[in-house]
């Protein structure tokens, strides 16, 4: 099945730095998530993105919708211990019937105090 | 409180066995899904259904029946269990994709051990 490609897999960081990380896809899609993941829980939804270029902030999380609509990515500024989890892209492409939505491998996040 | 809840949390079988997962949601929602989770954290869509009507059947094994006997509940059925159905397994549920926010919640998984 289609997979949206999630970059890095691994991210192992200072508390403090900022982060990033992207999604590409070969496919249009017509809404961007992204979650995160704690262990033994389910991906919670952090930004939604609806239109191609629109940027969405949510505390220091910022993430932003490319403007091909194949891709988009998500920094996370003056990262903190409880940022570790697993990020998750996830797109809805276009005429999608039944709310389908397809996600990245994951990006795990370590962050050492 | 729950938004999505789904029983039990944790189901450790043997091979053979049938076993079922339970899925509620409170938020109103007309959509319902279940995903499964590898061993390499994938994510993977399995069904969809909206209100009460199967949408999505992504090429799941027969042995995987989901029934949905309101838009509220949406359950999954296992029969035959394997060992390679180990998985954790999330039920979900959203809003119709219209403008402004979009909900899409998942419930706290299922890690389903099949020894």
């Known amino acids: 099945g289609q997979q949206l490609n999630q970059s890095p897999q691994s991210m192992f960081i200072q508390e403090g730095e900022d982060v990033s990380m992207n999604c590409t896809s070969s496919?249009?899609?017509?809404?961007w998530l992204w979650y995160k993941q704690d262990p033994g829980e389910g991906p919670v939804l952090l930004i939604a993105l609806y239109k191609a270029g629109e940027l969405t902030s949510n505390g220091r999380l910022t993430a932003q919708f490319g403007i091909t609509r194949k891709d988009s990515f998500l920094n996370i500024s003056a990262s903190i211990p409880s940022d570790v989890g697993i990020y998750f892209c996830a797109g809805r492409r276009q005429g999608n019937q039944g709310g389908k939505l397809i996600f990245g491998q994951g990006t795990e996040l370590s962050v050492k105090p | 409180d729950t938004a999505v809840s789904q029983t039990p949390k944790y189901l450790v079988t043997q091979m053979g066995n049938d076993k079922s997962i339970k899925c509620e949601q409170n938020l109103g929602h007309d959509t319902m899904y279940w995903y499964k989770q590898d061993s390499k954290k994938f994510l993977k869509i399995m069904f969809s259904y909206n209100n009460k009507e199967l949408i999505i059947n992504e090429t799941v094994p027969n042995r995987f029946s989901p029934k949905s006997p309101d838009k509220a509940h949406l359950n999954l059925h296992i029969n035959s269990l394997e060992l390679g159905d180990s998985a954790v397994y999330f039920c979900?549920?959203?809003?119709?994709?219209?403008?402004?926010?979009?909900?899409?919640?998942f419930g706290s998984g299922t890690r389903l051990t099949v020894v």
């Open positions: 496919s249009i899609f017509n809404t």
């Open positions: 979900a549920s959203s809003t119709p994709l219209r403008t402004g926010p979009y909900g899409y919640t």
